[in-house]
């Protein structure tokens, strides 16, 4: 971006702000083309085609000068021909097609500032780790079917043994709910462990006084 300053009628000089990308995301772009067809809708002109260019994969599609209406239309034409729409977007001019994909990610410089209406919400530091959250999520679908087999087949087993009478009324009754003990249990560590498989281990925030005020400036008193 370009900006040119004036001050009492006279041309004072010249911000010449260029485009940069969050660290980590070269790696993200990496990643993500490596399962998924990756797509950049961007309103800005073509003056950085040939940066961007060189950060997609060749099967990549990059767009420029796309308005608020073209990006609707090119996510409504995908989901048309079958495909699932994941969209990021971070301004307001991104709010109808994050609304017209499957998944919409907003992405915010706070988690607390106003976001267009999306599914998630992505602190904008955190998104070098999508494709890592992409994968958890994947894991995440799997634990919930193995969740289900297991206890559908627990059932099965414990219903049949039950039927035959092989055990009494009172072993069953204490038996049955077992069932559900081991699919919190197995849900909690499988869950956990695919977070760390993921590298989404939970973070330790500083408890110095600088970040205190940051965070929490109204609830409690700062060391």
Not at 17 to 26: F, I, Y
Not at 161 to 186: N, R
């Amino acid at each position: 971006a370009t900006v040119h300053v004036a001050a009492g009628g006279h041309y004072r000089g010249v911000f010449v702000l260029p485009s940069v990308l969050r660290p980590g995301m070269e790696r993200l772009l990496t990643n993500l083309a490596a399962r998924y067809e990756i797509t950049l809708l961007s309103g800005d002109t073509e003056k950085d085609r040939g940066s961007f260019e060189a950060l997609f994969v060749e099967k990549s599609r990059v767009n420029f000068n796309q308005t608020p209406l073209d990006k609707l239309a090119f996510i409504g034409a995908l989901r048309q021909s079958g495909k699932s729409v994941m969209m990021v977007g971070d301004g307001l001019n991104d709010a109808g097609a994050l609304k017209q994909s499957d998944v919409g990610v907003a992405v915010v410089q706070k988690i607390g500032s106003f976001s267009p209406a999306s599914d998630v919400i992505v602190e904008g530091s955190r998104m070098p780790r999508l494709d890592r959250i992409l994968s958890f999520a994947r894991s995440s679908s799997r634990i919930v079917r193995l969740g289900f087999g297991f206890s559908a087949l627990y059932n099965l087993v414990g219903i049949s043994i039950a039927a035959a009478g092989v055990l009494s009324p009172l072993t069953c009754a204490i038996l049955m709910p077992l069932s559900s003990i081991f699919i919190v249990c197995f849900a909690c560590t499988a869950t956990t462990l695919a977070a760390w498989g993921a590298g989404l281990q939970t973070e330790n925030i500083s408890t110095d006084t600088t970040t205190c005020r940051q965070w929490a400036p109204a609830f409690e008193p700062c060391p």
